[in-house]
Structures are given as structure tokens and as C-alpha cells.
């Protein structure tokens, strides 16, 4: 499709266990964003990468975050020994500009992560 | 980060207009005002955008103040479809979007 595609769609993970999660953006576009958002809140800003470049890595809530795009189009967000509170939804987007301003971005589905 | 005010929900008969409200106060003036919507279980959907200049499309308008300070997205003929929280922002130095609560928007049959 033409759209952004993330996989897992569903993930179940054991407290302790490393996850990662994958976001194939839309061919061409410059920009990649990772969101987190945790049930009945607004996406809170994860990471942002220009190419393979991450320019922002503000968001990530702690060093077991990482997130890779290393040929500047599929990402990877990893996250190690996963604890109870990154239960969310993860969000990925990308657009095709990198005017500071003007940029609409598109949305996957996100992976629904459940840490048990 | 970017900060926007909007009220938590609101409520439109079907058929009917539904006017959502957003203040930007502190938004520069090269940035532009966004609009998302998400419905249930799904990645935020893109409405609309704009710098200035009132905007419109095949999804919705976008009015915004002279003073840049607040903004009006406008939902011409609301549909059952339509409930979903709508989101506004303003983008920020490396084009990251911050949401804040978003409000939730509610058609009534």
C-alpha cells in the first residue's frame, strides 16, 4: 500500500523482554517520527529522524529506548528489558518535506505494545 | 514544546456544523496551525493546515485569527463518521508536532 506500514500490528511481551517494533514509511519521505501514546492520552513524541540522520531524541523516555533508520527509510524502534509502563501504543509517521513549517505528516496504525 | 488549549469534548447534532476552537497564543509567526483527527484504534488522521490565510478542502475549513492567536476548525456537514478527537498544533523547530488532549468530538444522531 501506499501508506505508512507498522508491524507488529499486536505485541505481547514478558516484563524483562526486548522488543522491537517496525515502521516502513512512505517511499520518498524525508522525515520519521516515532510517537508513544498510552491509553486515553495524546501521542506524546518519541524521536524524529531527517534521513538516516536522528536530529531529536528528546522524547525517549529512558536509555532503553533506541531507535535506528539506518538507510535513511525503514526504522526501528528497540526497546530493552521492557517494563509494565511502556504498555502503549506505539505511533510512527513520516513526511516528504523538511520545510521547518509546512509539513503535513502521515500515521500508521501503530503496534499496540502490552507488557505482562 | 508547543503549546495548544482546546475544550476536553463537545457535542453536534448530525447534519449540523460542528465548530471546534483552538487557542495558539504563544505560536510564532512562521509556523504553521495543524489539525489531526483520531478515531478510535487508529493513527491520527490529517484535516488540514494553515499559515495565515483561511483554509479549505475536501474534509474541512480552517479559520484562523488575524492575530494568529486561535483557530476554528469547521466540520461543514458533521456525520455519525466524524466522532474522533480532534487534535491542534502548531509545528516546532524540527517539524515535530506536539498533541495535547485534543477534544472529543461527539455526533449525535
Known amino acids: 500500500g501506499a501508506g505508512v506500514s507498522q508491524s507488529p500490528r499486536y505485541k505481547v511481551a514478558k516484563r524483562g523482554q526486548d522488543v522491537a517494533l517496525r515502521c516502513d514509511p512512505i517511499s520518498g519521505h524525508v522525515s520519521l517520527f516515532w510517537y508513544q501514546q498510552a491509553l486515553g492520552q495524546g501521542p506524546e513524541f518519541l524521536t524524529y529522524?531527517?534521513?538516516?540522520?536522528?536530529?531529536?531524541k528528546s522524547g525517549l523516555p529512558s536509555d532503553r529506548f533506541f531507535a535506528e533508520r539506518p538507510e535513511g527509510s525503514v526504522s526501528t524502534l528497540k526497546i530493552q528489558r521492557t517494563q509494565q509502563e511502556d504498555s502503549a501504543v506505539y505511533l510512527c509517521?513520516?513526511?516528504?518535506?523538511?520545510?521547518?513549517?509546512?509539513?503535513?505528516?502521515?500515521f500508521g496504525q501503530g503496534t499496540r505494545l502490552t507488557v505482562v | 514544546d508547543a503549546k495548544t488549549t482546546q475544550p476536553t469534548s463537545m457535542d453536534c447534532a448530525e447534519g449540523r456544523a460542528a465548530n471546534l476552537p483552538c487557542n495558539h497564543s504563544t505560536i510564532s509567526g512562521n509556523e504553521y496551525v495543524y489539525w489531526y483527527r483520531q478515531i478510535h484504534s487508529q493513527g491520527p488522521q490529517y484535516i488540514i493546515h494553515?499559515?495565515?490565510n483561511n483554509e479549505t478542502n475536501e474534509m474541512a475549513s480552517l479559520i484562523i485569527t488575524e492575530d494568529r492567536k486561535s483557530s476554528t476548525l469547521i466540520l461543514p456537514h458533521a456525520t455519525l463518521r466524524d466522532t474522533a478527537v480532534y487534535y491542534c498544533?502548531?509545528?516546532?523547530?524540527?517539524?515535530?508536532?506536539?498533541f495535547g488532549t485534543g477534544t472529543l468530538l461527539a455526533v449525535q444522531p
Open positions: 509517521a513520516s513526511s516528504l518535506a523538511v520545510d521547518r513549517g509546512n509539513t503535513e505528516a502521515f
Open positions: 529522524f531527517q534521513n538516516e540522520a536522528q536530529l531529536d
Open positions: 494553515g499559515l495565515k
Open positions: 498544533m502548531y509545528g516546532g523547530a524540527t517539524n515535530k508536532l506536539i
